[in-house]
């Protein structure tokens, strides 16, 4: 198994190390590659204020500063260009022109927010514990499962939307969910939403990540997505990539050999690695698990 991730955040978002630590760390680990992957400008086009996403002014910066590391350190690490960009229905997505005319190695799709069915402003499936259940409460009448349905209809459209070429943290939903506090995961309805959530992602041609960011921050004890959905994926044999999600240095290869585990246990025999971008298209190749 080859060490890489493409699932980064820097001080450009809201990560706590640079681009030049990150590069040191993951050549100091025997990284083969690492991607830059910030949370996308988001105001402009929705509204929203955040504190999490790349501001718009500082967009150029942020790429220039991935192309000056990939300069110094090439010969020694593989150094990608690439934006996280958040699904939000009517507002923004990977798809929009503003993303795809940027030149970027690679784009992550992942939804994050929800929309409420009250009209208010959306909010984030994964904010702290007590801010998410009080929107739960002003905003879907104290429905968690309202709020689980919402939010794998997002995955789905932006599935649909296209325009990523790495699903990001698939099942995020269950990351404030806790012992079933909102809705239950072992219900049929939840159960045919991995189902169908595999079915489109297998059928679009993007990657899946297996993202160990949970673990690495506590919030989960297993990996987004979990076993079954990675089984279901399975079936359909949709290419995986592990990443760590990492918002710090040290996060770089953070529980790979869990993620090694769970991918074995779904009958994975081999992940695959990005390669760069070719005429167009995102080249990826196989790694042996």
């Known amino acids: 198994m080859v060490y890489s991730c493409i699932h980064t955040h820097t001080t450009f978002c809201d990560g706590k190390d640079d681009i030049e630590t990150f590069c040191r760390t993951a050549y100091e680990r025997g990284f083969v590659s690492l991607g830059f992957s910030a949370h996308a400008p988001i105001r402009k086009k929705t509204g929203l204020d955040s504190d999490w996403h790349l501001a718009e002014d500082r967009l150029p910066e942020y790429l220039e500063g991935v192309f000056a590391a990939r300069r110094r350190w090439e010969g020694k690490i593989a150094v990608y260009a690439g934006l996280e960009v958040d699904y939000i229905r009517g507002m923004i997505g990977p798809a929009d022109k503003e993303f795809q005319s940027l030149g970027l190695d690679y784009i992550i799709g992942s939804v994050h927010y929800v929309i409420p069915p009250d009209g208010a402003p959306p909010f984030t499936v994964d904010e702290p514990p007590e801010a998410f259940s009080q929107k739960v409460r002003d905003h879907f009448g104290g429905d968690g499962a309202g709020v689980m349905e919402t939010y794998w209809n997002a995955m789905a459209g932006m599935i649909r939307a296209g325009g990523f070429d790495l699903l990001a943290h698939p099942d995020l939903i269950k990351k404030n969910n806790g012992r079933e506090r909102y809705f239950s995961r072992e219900s049929e309805t939840y159960l045919t939403h991995l189902k169908k959530t595999a079915g489109l992602a297998a059928g679009s041609g993007v990657v899946v990540e297996v993202n160990t960011g949970g ?49 074995l246990a779904a009958g994975y025999t081999q992940a695959v690695l990005f390669a760069g971008r070719t005429q167009g298209r995102p080249v990826w190749k196989e790694d042996p698990l």
């Not at 987004?224 to 999600?245: G, H, Q, W």
């Open 215 to 263: 673990l690495i921050r506590g919030w989960t004890d297993e990996t987004y997505p979990e076993l079954r959905f990675l089984r279901f994926l399975k079936e359909k044999n949709t290419p995986v990539i592990i990443t760590a999600d990492a918002h710090r240095a040290e996060h770089l290869g953070g529980y790979y050999a869990e993620a090694r585990k769970t991918l």
